[in-house]
């Protein structure tokens, strides 16, 4: 049976999905198939926001429909026969889930103990426990862009005591207590008062308001001033509004009231304080803006047109025929919402839950016990958990391709690493700025211009002196990304380097054959891929380096491999690939792999393994044992490595579109330090795996020189 939660309020707008967001990641770390149950839906006829949201995250293969119980409606007219179906179509999800976040309704804006009341019977009846969740801003307040006033501790205390008191008088059990959308400046006696009416034994935790998380889109605010885009990167709609600013006085007014993130309204006849806006945001001196909202229906001068043209800003102008006032109204009013589309809104509420709550005393509350099932929801849990836990900086020499900001973003929000980027630093910052992204802790470093230039440019004259290299010629390759980057790895300015977004994958390797080197008794650089397939992660090897390996590297490649594949988790049972197993075949290729394996047991004759051996043998535990009777590997091996770069390229590429699997990776292992290569075609999520393996084998290699 599932194991599971049910997260309740008794009213509206407490941040529940932000909430249910950080649950289901939690649970994820042990559970392979995390699911999502909503009992009561607004409608039958329009799709639930919220279950729409946690289903993009969630690993159970369920549907849509069967992961809903009754709509509101039904509930209020027939109860009984609403709890009925809420019932059955949990238990039929159960069987298909090993843990279940149920997210319980909140559809009105005001506290309705009749609801909460509602959920504590369904949670009762589901037989599972609740994590109340309460509001740390007073239901009904007035709003500015989300915002409500904050309640005193007293009041979250008193409302706690009777949301306990209610879920216990419908015989559900609460096992935690948690203080959402809380005043940052009275956390600890929010915690304290709250504790201070509840028995011992329930956790209380407090989560801060965080304005970015309430805070509307510039497509929300576009939306409720009925504005259309008329200059700027449509691109640039999905920021987050922080604040509102009325530019109805002089230019030299209007400059210092600037607040990054913000929507300028200006009135469309005032041309000037138009552009001083533009380029004060198009400035390094000044904060970027999130958009200008024109109002008014007066058309620009084609001067200020032409002069706008020639900036070429990708500011948001957004024009609405409403006046100053209704336009400065609605924009206040506008909600922010929890969506897909904002990639900062999740990466915020995730942080926020992952700083605040203690996961794992939640995990143990719910007694999940983990199997041998390992998914690769779970893989990528435990590689950013102990990516973060490495606390290592990683250099990014490619600072110019959005996609590593993006990923930058997420990486320093989550805590994932320390972040080095390279680049023009006012471009870089400017860029993410536009974005709307969080570089503020990242360093930027500018090669060309780094005080660090000199030094480094010595050093390689140095190391390549023998190959005739000149100071003048140093210093222009140090100009390089690439190689300024690994030089920071290799002098310990940074932990790790990530490349290739734009760069090829030899000219990420190059610097670091030339100086980094291998390690000790390593000749060969090689790659493993990560293959986190639906209950398991195998690695495969070499599939990204080595076109035509000899058996002595292959063998190199093979233990390189194990140790690359008991770093992050996975026992090293190695299969030494061939069209043939045991002594069936021959031929020049076999007898690489027979040489091979013969060489790596002689070199680890600690590890597991079997060669030559074909990939059903090595994989499928019938053929295995058919093939090989009495082997450990065959049927079970977890590290395959692959007789040429051909061979391994196209399988596991099959693997990947074939059997769905997550392909993690190139790792590059057998360097003195970790450098790692990514795809020109890398997505922001294979960028942040990339950083945090990297991250990770930074760690690694610090505690052996520790």
Known sequence: MAASIYLTSAEGRTGKSAVALGVLDALRADAPRVGVFRPLIRSGNERDRVLDLLLDRATAEAAYAECIGATYEEAHSDPEGAMTRIVAAYRALQGRCDAIVVVGSDFTDVAAPTELAFNARIAANLDTP?????????????????????????????????????????????????????????????????????????????????????????????????????????????????????AGMSMEHVLPRLLEGSAVVIAADRGETLLAVTMAHEAPTFPTIAAVILNGNFELSADVERLLDGIDSTLPVIRTPLGTFDTAQRITWTRGLLTEESPAKFDTALSLFAQHVDAAALRERLRLHRGGVRTPVMFAYELFERAAAADARIVLPEGHDDRILRAAST???????????????????????????????????????????????????????????????????????????????????????????????????????????????????????????????????????????????????????????????????????????????????????????????????????????????????????????????????????????????????????????????????????????????????????????????????????A
């Not at 304005?211 to 008329?230: C, F, K, N, Q, W």
């Open 411 to 705: 990486l320093l929000a989550r805590g994932i690493a320390r972040l080095t980027l390279l680049g023009d630093e006012a471009a870089v910052r400017k860029r993410g700025g536009e974005l709307g992204l969080g570089l503020d802790a990242a360093e930027v470093i500018d090669p060309a211009a780094s005080p660090l230039l000199e030094g480094f440019a010595e050093e390689y004259a140095r190391l390549r002196a023998h190959k005739g290299m000149t100071i003048d010629r140093a210093r222009e390759i140090m100009r390089d990304g690439s190689y300024f980057g690994t030089m920071m790895v290799h002098l310990g300015y940074a932990d790790g380097m990530v490349s290739g977004a734009a760069n090829t994958t030899a000219h990420t390797i190059r610097p670091s054959l030339e100086f980094i080197k291998t390690k000790p008794g390593v000749s060969v650089v090689s790659s493993v891929f990560f293959m986190a397939l639906a209950d398991r992660v195998l690695v495969y090897g070499d599939c990204a380096v080595n076109p035509d390996p000899t058996a002595p590297q292959l063998a190199d490649i093979a233990v390189s491999s194990a140790e690359t594949a008991a770093q992050f988790g996975v026992e090293p049972r190695i299969a030494m690939l061939s069209y043939s197993t045991g002594e069936s075949g021959s031929g020049a290729d076999v007898d690489k792999v027979r040489e091979a394996t013969a060489l790596a047991r002689d070199a680890a004759p600690e590890l597991l393994i079997e060669g030559p051996i074909q990939y059903d043998a090595a994989s499928d535990p019938d053929t295995g044992r058919a093939k090989l009777p009495g082997s450990e590997v065959a049927g079970r091996a977890t590290v395959f490595i692959f007789p040429d770069l051909n061979t391994g390229n196209n399988t596991y590429k099959a693997v990947q579109r074939s059997a769905g699997a997550v392909a993690v990776g190139p790792v590059l292992q057998g360097l003195n330090k970790p450098v790692n290569d990514l795809s020109r075609g890398a997505t922001v999520q294979d960028i942040l795996n990339t950083v945090a393996i990297t991250a990770v084998q930074a760690g690694e290699s610090k505690g052996a020189t």
């Open 130 to 246: 609740v994590l109340l969740v309460l509001g740390g801003r007073a239901a009904g307040s007035p709003e500015h862009l989300g915002q409500q006033e904050a309640r005193t501790p007293a009041e979250i205390a008193q409302i706690a005591e009777l949301g306990i008191a209610e879920l216990r008088a419908e015989h559900a059990v609460p096992i935690a207590v948690l203080v959402n959308r809380a005043d940052p400046e009275t956390l600890e006696e929010i915690r304290a008062a709250v504790a201070g009416v509840l028995p011992a034994e329930l956790p209380v935790w407090a989560v801060p308001e965080a304005i970015l998380l309430v805070a509307p889109p510039v497509s929300g605010i576009m939306a409720s001033v009925d504005g259309t885009l008329v200059r700027g990167d449509s691109a640039l709609l999905g920021r987050e509004v922080l604040d509102v600013v009325v």
